[in-house]
Nanobody
Framework: QVQPVESGGGLVQAGGSLRLSCAASGRTFSNSPMGWFRQAPGKEREFVAAISVSAGRTNYAGSVKGRFTVSRDTAKNTVYLQMNNLKPEDTAVYYC??????????????WGQGTQVTVSS
């Protein structure tokens, strides 16, 4: 199965910014709403943001609303996550995946390796 490839993570100080990218080709990803998820050490993977197929609608977890922005470039089969005003609690491995529907947080594609984001205080 095709796996998404996440990139753009790194080490940043609190208050800083990062832009994550997710290259995801294949029908499952191109024809589906896409979501970003994250998993912190010792915690379950959690939903972060979603974007509709047409990119006309977005949705965010309360903890990131107002700080993160999700976008997608259909022509490039790429989804982005712009993260501003980062906090230490944003430290996690970030993943992208296709969603069952825009209103669902259920992922339906294969998981990639993720990209590590570390925010220092």
């Amino acid at each position: 199965q095709v796996q998404p490839v996440e990139s753009g993570g790194g080490l940043v100080q609190a208050g800083g910014s990062l832009r994550l990218s997710c290259a995801a080709s294949g029908r499952t990803f191109s024809n589906s709403p896409m979501g970003w998820f994250r998993q912190a050490p010792g915690k379950e993977r959690e939903f972060v943001a979603a974007i509709s197929v047409s990119a006309g609608r977005t949705n965010y977890a309360g903890s990131v609303k107002g700080r993160f922005t999700v976008s997608r470039d259909t022509a490039k089969n790429t989804v982005y996550l712009q993260m501003n005003n980062l906090k230490p609690e944003d430290t996690a491995v970030y993943y992208c995946n296709a969603l069952l529907s825009f209103s669902s947080t259920r992922a339906i594609g294969s998981w990639g390796q993720g990209t590590q984001v570390t925010v220092s205080s």
